[in-house]
Protein backbone atom coordinates (compact mmCIF):
# COMPACT_ATOMS: atom_id res chain seq x y z
CA UNK A 1 0.00 0.00 0.00
CA UNK A 2 2.51 2.48 1.13
CA UNK A 3 4.90 1.55 -2.31
CA UNK A 4 1.95 2.87 -4.44
CA UNK A 5 1.23 5.63 -2.46
CA UNK A 6 4.82 6.52 -2.76
CA UNK A 7 4.42 5.74 -6.89
CA UNK A 8 1.33 7.72 -7.20
CA UNK A 9 3.34 10.41 -5.38
CA UNK A 10 6.50 9.68 -7.84
CA UNK A 11 3.90 10.23 -10.76
CA UNK A 12 2.33 13.28 -9.79
CA UNK A 13 5.93 14.91 -9.14
CA UNK A 14 7.21 14.15 -12.48
CA UNK A 15 4.25 15.81 -13.96
CA UNK A 16 3.94 18.39 -12.01
CA UNK A 17 8.11 19.13 -12.41
CA UNK A 18 8.17 20.40 -15.94
CA UNK A 19 5.49 23.09 -14.83
CA UNK A 20 7.58 24.31 -11.92
CA UNK A 21 10.39 25.66 -13.72
CA UNK A 22 12.04 28.18 -11.20
CA UNK A 23 11.15 31.63 -12.58
CA UNK A 24 12.74 34.85 -13.10
CA UNK A 25 11.45 38.27 -11.77
CA UNK A 26 11.49 41.26 -14.15
CA UNK A 27 11.17 44.85 -13.33
CA UNK A 28 9.08 46.03 -15.86
CA UNK A 29 7.28 49.23 -16.18
CA UNK A 30 8.17 52.10 -13.84
CA UNK A 31 5.68 54.64 -13.91
CA UNK A 32 6.64 58.06 -11.68
CA UNK A 33 4.09 61.12 -11.78
CA UNK A 34 2.29 63.79 -10.12
CA UNK A 35 -2.11 64.51 -10.45
CA UNK A 36 -4.70 66.00 -9.12
CA UNK A 37 -7.50 64.45 -7.06
CA UNK A 38 -10.94 65.99 -6.64
CA UNK A 39 -13.60 64.84 -3.83
CA UNK A 40 -17.10 64.72 -5.05
CA UNK A 41 -18.79 62.28 -2.39
CA UNK A 42 -20.01 60.36 -1.28
CA UNK A 43 -17.77 59.56 0.97
CA UNK A 44 -14.91 61.29 2.57
CA UNK A 45 -11.36 60.57 2.77
CA UNK A 46 -10.31 59.49 6.32
CA UNK A 47 -7.91 60.11 9.01
CA UNK A 48 -6.71 57.26 10.84
CA UNK A 49 -8.87 57.29 14.19
CA UNK A 50 -9.94 60.51 14.53
CA UNK A 51 -12.49 60.87 11.60
CA UNK A 52 -16.30 59.33 11.28
CA UNK A 53 -16.50 58.53 7.98
CA UNK A 54 -19.72 57.68 5.35
CA UNK A 55 -18.94 54.11 3.82
CA UNK A 56 -20.40 53.30 0.07
CA UNK A 57 -19.66 49.58 1.76
CA UNK A 58 -22.66 49.92 3.94
CA UNK A 59 -24.90 52.78 2.92
CA UNK A 60 -26.36 54.64 5.29
CA UNK A 61 -24.32 54.06 7.90
CA UNK A 62 -21.57 55.96 9.53
CA UNK A 63 -18.63 53.68 10.54
CA UNK A 64 -16.76 54.65 14.22
CA UNK A 65 -13.98 56.40 15.33
CA UNK A 66 -10.65 54.27 14.52
CA UNK A 67 -12.73 52.47 11.39
CA UNK A 68 -10.41 51.98 8.29
CA UNK A 69 -12.73 52.61 5.02
CA UNK A 70 -11.57 49.67 2.61
CA UNK A 71 -12.58 51.96 0.06
CA UNK A 72 -10.32 54.45 0.60
CA UNK A 73 -7.14 54.32 -1.46
CA UNK A 74 -3.51 56.94 -2.08
CA UNK A 75 -4.18 59.66 -5.09
CA UNK A 76 -3.67 57.97 -8.22
CA UNK A 77 -1.57 59.48 -10.93
CA UNK A 78 -3.40 60.53 -14.00
CA UNK A 79 -0.17 61.34 -15.61
CA UNK A 80 2.40 58.74 -15.72
CA UNK A 81 5.79 58.77 -17.66
CA UNK A 82 6.84 55.42 -18.71
CA UNK A 83 10.21 54.63 -18.10
CA UNK A 84 10.36 51.08 -19.43
CA UNK A 85 7.82 49.84 -22.16
CA UNK A 86 7.64 45.67 -22.54
CA UNK A 87 6.73 45.82 -26.20
CA UNK A 88 9.35 47.65 -27.98
CA UNK A 89 13.44 47.02 -27.50
CA UNK A 90 15.80 49.65 -26.13
CA UNK A 91 18.33 51.36 -28.03
CA UNK A 92 21.48 53.14 -26.18
CA UNK A 93 23.33 55.84 -28.45
CA UNK A 94 26.75 55.26 -25.97
CA UNK A 95 29.38 57.89 -27.69
CA UNK A 96 27.71 59.83 -30.04
CA UNK A 97 28.39 63.49 -30.12
CA UNK A 98 25.10 65.57 -28.26
CA UNK A 99 24.68 67.69 -31.37
CA UNK A 100 25.26 65.07 -34.05
CA UNK A 101 21.77 64.54 -35.79
CA UNK A 102 20.57 61.34 -35.61
CA UNK A 103 18.49 60.10 -38.50
CA UNK A 104 16.51 56.42 -38.27
CA UNK A 105 15.89 54.39 -41.65
CA UNK A 106 16.45 58.03 -43.21
CA UNK A 107 14.17 60.23 -41.45
CA UNK A 108 15.32 62.58 -38.96
CA UNK A 109 14.96 61.70 -34.92
CA UNK A 110 16.32 64.73 -33.67
CA UNK A 111 19.91 64.89 -32.01
CA UNK A 112 21.81 62.81 -30.34
CA UNK A 113 21.55 64.67 -26.60
CA UNK A 114 18.22 64.34 -26.54
CA UNK A 115 18.28 60.87 -28.18
CA UNK A 116 20.70 58.65 -25.54
CA UNK A 117 18.07 56.21 -25.29
CA UNK A 118 15.37 55.73 -28.07
CA UNK A 119 12.33 52.96 -27.78
CA UNK A 120 11.67 50.82 -31.20
CA UNK A 121 9.18 48.83 -32.48
CA UNK A 122 10.74 45.23 -32.95
CA UNK A 123 12.81 45.11 -36.35
CA UNK A 124 16.19 46.29 -38.17
CA UNK A 125 17.08 49.91 -38.09
CA UNK A 126 19.45 51.74 -40.28
CA UNK A 127 20.89 54.59 -37.85
CA UNK A 128 22.76 57.19 -39.50
CA UNK A 129 24.43 60.15 -37.49
CA UNK A 130 25.63 63.08 -38.90
CA UNK A 131 27.88 65.52 -36.92
CA UNK A 132 28.72 68.64 -38.79
CA UNK A 133 31.18 68.50 -41.68
CA UNK A 134 32.05 64.94 -40.70
CA UNK A 135 31.04 62.02 -42.64
CA UNK A 136 27.76 60.60 -41.76
CA UNK A 137 28.37 56.97 -40.29
CA UNK A 138 25.47 54.59 -40.40
CA UNK A 139 25.11 51.50 -38.37
CA UNK A 140 22.51 48.81 -38.94
CA UNK A 141 20.67 47.82 -36.08
CA UNK A 142 18.67 44.86 -34.95
CA UNK A 143 15.72 45.84 -31.89
CA UNK A 144 14.39 43.01 -30.24
CA UNK A 145 11.46 43.39 -27.64
CA UNK A 146 12.71 43.65 -24.44
CA UNK A 147 16.38 43.98 -25.14
CA UNK A 148 18.83 46.59 -24.78
CA UNK A 149 21.43 47.29 -27.76
CA UNK A 150 24.15 49.52 -26.85
CA UNK A 151 24.95 51.43 -30.20
CA UNK A 152 29.04 52.44 -30.35
CA UNK A 153 29.38 54.59 -33.48
CA UNK A 154 32.96 54.90 -33.28
CA UNK A 155 33.68 51.40 -34.08
CA UNK A 156 31.88 52.00 -37.26
CA UNK A 157 34.04 52.96 -40.31
CA UNK A 158 32.59 56.30 -42.24
CA UNK B 1 16.60 56.53 -75.75
CA UNK B 2 13.75 54.81 -74.29
CA UNK B 3 15.50 51.22 -74.56
CA UNK B 4 18.71 52.90 -72.84
CA UNK B 5 16.64 54.45 -69.90
CA UNK B 6 14.98 50.60 -69.77
CA UNK B 7 18.38 49.06 -69.36
CA UNK B 8 19.73 51.76 -66.95
CA UNK B 9 16.50 51.33 -64.71
CA UNK B 10 17.06 47.49 -64.90
CA UNK B 11 20.79 47.82 -63.71
CA UNK B 12 20.51 49.93 -60.97
CA UNK B 13 17.37 48.10 -59.48
CA UNK B 14 19.93 44.66 -59.69
CA UNK B 15 22.09 47.17 -57.91
CA UNK B 16 19.28 47.68 -55.24
CA UNK B 17 18.47 43.99 -54.92
CA UNK B 18 22.32 42.89 -55.04
CA UNK B 19 23.01 45.46 -52.15
CA UNK B 20 20.13 44.05 -50.35
CA UNK B 21 20.65 40.66 -50.23
CA UNK B 22 24.84 41.35 -49.20
CA UNK B 23 25.51 38.82 -46.21
CA UNK B 24 28.38 39.07 -44.68
CA UNK B 25 31.01 40.67 -42.27
CA UNK B 26 34.21 42.70 -43.07
CA UNK B 27 36.90 40.25 -43.81
CA UNK B 28 40.06 40.75 -41.80
CA UNK B 29 43.39 42.15 -43.24
CA UNK B 30 44.71 38.77 -43.88
CA UNK B 31 44.16 34.73 -42.73
CA UNK B 32 46.87 35.50 -40.44
CA UNK B 33 44.30 38.01 -38.07
CA UNK B 34 42.40 35.06 -36.95
CA UNK B 35 42.97 32.51 -34.54
CA UNK B 36 43.67 29.98 -37.00
CA UNK B 37 44.52 29.54 -40.27
CA UNK B 38 44.99 27.46 -42.90
CA UNK B 39 46.16 27.37 -46.37
CA UNK B 40 45.56 24.79 -49.32
CA UNK B 41 47.16 26.40 -52.63
CA UNK B 42 45.87 29.55 -53.54
CA UNK B 43 42.97 29.67 -50.91
CA UNK B 44 43.19 30.65 -47.61
CA UNK B 45 40.99 29.76 -44.34
CA UNK B 46 40.88 32.53 -41.19
CA UNK B 47 39.34 31.19 -38.14
CA UNK B 48 37.86 32.41 -34.83
CA UNK B 49 35.39 30.72 -32.42
CA UNK B 50 33.80 33.83 -30.83
CA UNK B 51 33.58 33.44 -27.22
CA UNK B 52 29.88 33.76 -25.23
CA UNK B 53 30.65 37.37 -24.46
CA UNK B 54 31.48 37.99 -28.09
CA UNK B 55 28.54 36.40 -29.20
CA UNK B 56 26.57 38.78 -26.93
CA UNK B 57 28.61 41.69 -27.88
CA UNK B 58 28.09 40.60 -31.43
CA UNK B 59 24.26 39.83 -32.12
CA UNK B 60 21.27 41.05 -30.42
CA UNK B 61 19.71 37.68 -30.02
CA UNK B 62 20.86 35.31 -27.13
CA UNK B 63 23.01 33.22 -30.22
CA UNK B 64 25.36 31.56 -27.35
CA UNK B 65 22.21 30.27 -25.88
CA UNK B 66 22.49 27.42 -27.89
CA UNK B 67 24.61 28.16 -30.87
CA UNK B 68 28.38 27.79 -31.38
CA UNK B 69 29.36 31.03 -33.47
CA UNK B 70 32.70 30.27 -35.83
CA UNK B 71 33.69 33.63 -37.56
CA UNK B 72 35.61 32.14 -40.92
CA UNK B 73 37.49 34.86 -43.36
CA UNK B 74 37.87 33.21 -47.00
CA UNK B 75 40.71 34.87 -48.58
CA UNK B 76 40.46 32.94 -52.68
CA UNK B 77 43.65 34.02 -54.18
CA UNK B 78 43.52 33.57 -57.79
CA UNK B 79 41.04 31.76 -59.57
CA UNK B 80 38.31 32.43 -57.18
CA UNK B 81 36.17 29.75 -55.63
CA UNK B 82 32.55 28.58 -55.48
CA UNK B 83 32.08 29.08 -51.35
CA UNK B 84 29.17 27.29 -50.20
CA UNK B 85 28.40 26.73 -46.30
CA UNK B 86 27.38 23.39 -46.58
CA UNK B 87 30.96 22.57 -47.59
CA UNK B 88 31.99 23.22 -43.32
CA UNK B 89 31.46 20.93 -40.86
CA UNK B 90 32.66 21.29 -36.70
CA UNK B 91 33.41 18.41 -35.70
CA UNK B 92 33.31 18.14 -31.78
CA UNK B 93 34.85 15.09 -29.17
CA UNK B 94 33.98 15.06 -25.81
CA UNK B 95 33.41 12.64 -22.73
CA UNK B 96 30.62 11.07 -24.43
CA UNK B 97 32.32 10.58 -27.99
CA UNK B 98 32.18 12.62 -31.11
CA UNK B 99 29.78 14.90 -32.99
CA UNK B 100 29.56 16.10 -36.06
CA UNK B 101 27.59 19.53 -36.69
CA UNK B 102 26.32 21.16 -40.01
CA UNK B 103 25.90 24.58 -39.85
CA UNK B 104 22.20 26.05 -39.12
CA UNK B 105 20.46 27.85 -41.19
CA UNK B 106 19.28 31.69 -40.06
CA UNK B 107 15.44 30.78 -40.00
CA UNK B 108 16.49 27.51 -37.76
CA UNK B 109 18.41 29.47 -35.06
CA UNK B 110 15.64 32.61 -35.32
CA UNK B 111 12.92 29.87 -34.55
CA UNK B 112 15.01 27.61 -32.23
CA UNK B 113 15.34 31.12 -30.45
CA UNK B 114 11.99 32.67 -30.40
CA UNK B 115 10.90 29.08 -28.56
CA UNK B 116 13.53 29.12 -26.55
CA UNK B 117 12.88 32.85 -25.13
CA UNK B 118 8.89 31.82 -25.03
CA UNK B 119 9.45 28.66 -22.83
CA UNK B 120 11.88 30.57 -20.23
CA UNK B 121 9.62 33.70 -20.02
CA UNK B 122 5.96 31.18 -19.35
CA UNK B 123 7.02 31.20 -15.52
CA UNK B 124 8.14 34.60 -14.81
CA UNK B 125 7.67 37.30 -12.53
CA UNK B 126 6.81 40.72 -13.73
CA UNK B 127 7.12 43.76 -11.01
CA UNK B 128 5.64 46.89 -12.01
CA UNK B 129 6.63 49.76 -9.30
CA UNK B 130 4.42 52.76 -9.27
CA UNK B 131 5.53 55.99 -7.64
CA UNK B 132 3.12 59.24 -7.22
CA UNK B 133 3.14 62.69 -5.30
CA UNK B 134 -0.17 64.95 -5.34
CA UNK B 135 -1.69 67.90 -3.81
CA UNK B 136 -4.60 67.37 -1.54
CA UNK B 137 -6.51 70.94 -1.22
CA UNK B 138 -8.27 69.83 1.87
CA UNK B 139 -11.77 68.57 2.47
CA UNK B 140 -14.94 70.09 4.02
CA UNK B 141 -16.63 67.61 6.40
CA UNK B 142 -20.75 67.13 6.31
CA UNK B 143 -21.23 69.49 9.44
CA UNK B 144 -19.11 72.49 7.16
CA UNK B 145 -15.56 72.05 8.69
CA UNK B 146 -12.95 72.59 6.50
CA UNK B 147 -9.72 70.46 6.83
CA UNK B 148 -6.91 71.66 5.72
CA UNK B 149 -4.76 69.27 1.97
CA UNK B 150 -1.32 69.12 1.50
CA UNK B 151 1.33 66.95 -0.24
CA UNK B 152 0.40 63.77 -0.62
CA UNK B 153 2.32 60.82 -1.90
CA UNK B 154 2.33 57.10 -2.81
CA UNK B 155 4.10 54.21 -3.82
CA UNK B 156 3.21 50.84 -4.68
CA UNK B 157 3.83 47.50 -6.67
CA UNK B 158 2.04 45.19 -9.15
CA UNK B 159 3.05 41.97 -9.74
CA UNK B 160 2.18 39.81 -12.62
CA UNK B 161 2.55 36.35 -12.59
CA UNK B 162 2.73 34.04 -15.98
CA UNK B 163 0.98 34.92 -19.29
CA UNK B 164 3.06 37.94 -20.26
CA UNK B 165 5.81 38.61 -22.79
CA UNK B 166 8.95 37.36 -22.45
CA UNK B 167 12.07 39.02 -24.23
CA UNK B 168 12.36 38.75 -27.98
CA UNK B 169 9.29 35.92 -28.39
CA UNK B 170 7.29 37.86 -30.80
CA UNK B 171 6.81 36.79 -34.54
CA UNK B 172 8.74 40.01 -35.15
CA UNK B 173 11.37 39.44 -33.12
CA UNK B 174 11.82 36.18 -35.02
CA UNK B 175 12.15 37.81 -37.95
CA UNK B 176 14.62 40.39 -36.94
CA UNK B 177 16.55 37.69 -35.32
CA UNK B 178 16.49 36.02 -38.76
CA UNK B 179 17.55 39.09 -40.51
CA UNK B 180 20.60 39.77 -38.45
CA UNK B 181 21.73 36.38 -38.73
CA UNK B 182 21.32 36.62 -42.37
CA UNK B 183 22.85 39.62 -42.75
CA UNK B 184 26.26 38.47 -40.76
CA UNK B 185 26.63 34.85 -42.12
CA UNK B 186 29.09 33.71 -44.43
CA UNK B 187 28.22 34.42 -48.07
CA UNK B 188 27.97 31.60 -50.69
CA UNK B 189 28.26 31.46 -54.84
CA UNK B 190 31.30 32.26 -56.53
CA UNK B 191 33.93 34.46 -55.09
CA UNK B 192 36.63 35.94 -55.90
CA UNK B 193 37.52 38.88 -53.33
CA UNK B 194 38.16 37.85 -49.62
CA UNK B 195 34.51 37.22 -47.92
CA UNK B 196 33.87 36.77 -44.23
CA UNK B 197 30.63 35.76 -42.03
CA UNK B 198 29.72 33.76 -39.03
CA UNK B 199 28.69 29.88 -39.35
CA UNK B 200 25.93 29.28 -36.54
CA UNK B 201 26.41 25.70 -35.40
CA UNK B 202 23.90 23.92 -32.50
CA UNK B 203 25.12 22.97 -28.85
CA UNK B 204 25.48 19.22 -29.08
CA UNK B 205 26.17 18.63 -25.29
CA UNK B 206 27.01 20.98 -22.22
CA UNK B 207 29.57 19.28 -21.35
CA UNK B 208 33.30 20.57 -22.63
CA UNK B 209 34.31 19.39 -25.75
CA UNK B 210 36.88 19.89 -28.43
CA UNK B 211 35.93 21.23 -31.61
CA UNK B 212 37.54 21.22 -35.39
CA UNK B 213 36.26 22.35 -38.24
CA UNK B 214 36.50 21.20 -41.43
CA UNK B 215 36.05 22.49 -44.79
CA UNK B 216 35.80 19.87 -47.77
CA UNK B 217 34.67 21.07 -50.84
CA UNK B 218 34.37 18.91 -54.66
CA UNK B 219 37.82 19.02 -56.13
CA UNK B 220 39.98 20.48 -53.34
CA UNK B 221 42.06 19.30 -50.50
CA UNK B 222 40.42 18.54 -46.85
CA UNK B 223 41.16 21.22 -44.85
CA UNK B 224 40.99 20.50 -41.27
CA UNK B 225 41.76 23.35 -38.48
CA UNK B 226 41.46 22.51 -34.28
CA UNK B 227 39.55 25.56 -32.68
CA UNK B 228 41.05 26.83 -29.74
CA UNK B 229 38.27 27.10 -26.39
CA UNK B 230 36.97 30.27 -26.72
CA UNK B 231 38.02 32.84 -24.29
CA UNK B 232 34.80 33.09 -21.35
Redesign the interface.
Known amino acids: MKARLFLVLLLLVALAVP ?19 H ?1 SGPY ?2 Y ?1 PGY ?1 PG ?1 SSLYPGSFYPPGYWDPYWS ?4 PIAYTLRD ?2 K ?1 EVHLKDAAPQAEVYIDGAYAGIAKDLRTLWL ?4 YNLELRSGNQTPVQK ?8 T ?1 NVRMAEVKP | MKRGLAVGFAVALAMVAFAGSREGIAPRSSAGDYAVQKQSGTLSLGVARLSNEQVKNS ?3 DVERGYVVIEIGVFPGEGGIDLRRDDFVLRGSGKDGAYVLRPASPQTVAGVLQKKNK ?18 TG ?1 R ?2 YGRQ ?1 PGGV ?1 T ?1 V ?1 VGV ?2 GN ?7 D ?2 R ?3 E ?2 LR ?1 KILPEGEQTAPVAGYLYFPIATKDKVSYQLEYRAPGRDKILMPLPDAKK
Open positions: SLAIPRIHLRRVSVGAGYSFYPYWYPYGSSDGAPGAKIYVLTGKV | FSATAGAHDVDVYPHGSIGYSVDPYTAGGVNAPAASTADRTMTED
